[in-house]
Nanobody, 124 residues
């Protein structure tokens, strides 16, 4: 098992930027593919971005392509989500997740470890 803690959420105006961090402890961080998901009130959890164990492969959801960038630093056991040009529609609780495989996935049910989430609110 790996334990995950997100940080970096907050309130920002539309067009602004935030960087989320996800710090892992427990089992070897570099063994896991990682992902970011988000959930707005009354909606299902949505895939945002994913990154392979080495960081070589990344994939973004359609709604954030060109605006969000996922990255990781295995030496620091940390994953990041740089969010630029934020929109009110990006308002949600953002979760980081770890998958006990090296390759990425966009599916919620293929991730076995989840953080507690961090709130991102974008005002118009």
């Amino acid at each position: 098992q790996v334990q995950l803690v997100e940080s970096g959420g907050g309130l920002v105006q539309a067009g602004g930027s935030l960087r989320l961090s996800c710090t892992a402890s427990g089992r070897t961080f570099s063994s896991y593919a990682m992902g970011w998901f988000r959930q707005a009130p009354g909606k299902e959890r949505e895939f945002v971005a994913a990154i392979s164990w080495s960081g070589t492969n990344t994939y973004n959801g359609n709604s954030v392509k060109g605006r969000f960038t996922i990255s990781r630093d295995n030496a620091k056991n940390t994953m990041y989500l740089q969010m630029n040009n934020l929109e009110p529609e990006d308002t949600a609780v953002y979760y980081c997740a770890a998958r006990d495989r090296r390759l990425i996935s966009t599916r919620v049910n293929e991730y076995s470890n989840w953080g507690q989430g961090t709130q991102v609110t974008v005002s118009s």
